[in-house]
């Protein structure tokens, strides 16, 4: 009973800055830990960062010290900053939420999110 709707993707060249938006809608209030992931055209889908509710974050090698993940709990909105992008950023980018019923733990992803990063 998430709903999770992402925005921001767009063509970029190589070098440039990209800001991913995540809105969190429905039963927000049981949103723990929430995640951006990607996938590549023939590639299975990665982690790319993690954001606790405390705002504990994490990130894949590939994208440390380029990629910010933070999160606005008031709005129910994580961002992904994505800076330095190269060509093999490119991909659908995902966003992930755990949810917490009290009686079951379940994840729900958005739509997705087209990143072009031109050489």
């Known amino acids: 009973q998430v709903q999770l709707v992402e925005s921001g993707g767009g063509l970029v060249q190589a070098g440039g800055s990209l800001r991913l938006s995540c809105v969190a809608s429905g039963s927000t209030f049981s949103i723990g830990p929430m995640a951006w992931f990607r996938q590549a055209p023939g590639k299975h889908r990665e982690l790319v960062a993690t954001?606790?509710?405390?705002?504990?974050?994490n990130y894949a090698d590939s994208v440390k010290g380029r990629f910010t993940i933070s999160r606005d709990n008031a709005k129910n909105i994580i961002y992904l900053q994505m800076n330095t992008l190269a060509p093999e950023d490119t991909a659908v980018y995902y966003c992930?939420?755990?949810?917490?019923?009290?009686?079951?733990?379940?994840?729900?992803w958005g739509q997705g999110t087209q990143v072009t990063v031109s050489s």
């Open positions: 992930n939420a755990e949810w917490d019923s009290g009686w079951s733990l379940r994840h729900f």
């Open positions: 954001i606790t509710e405390g705002g504990s974050t």
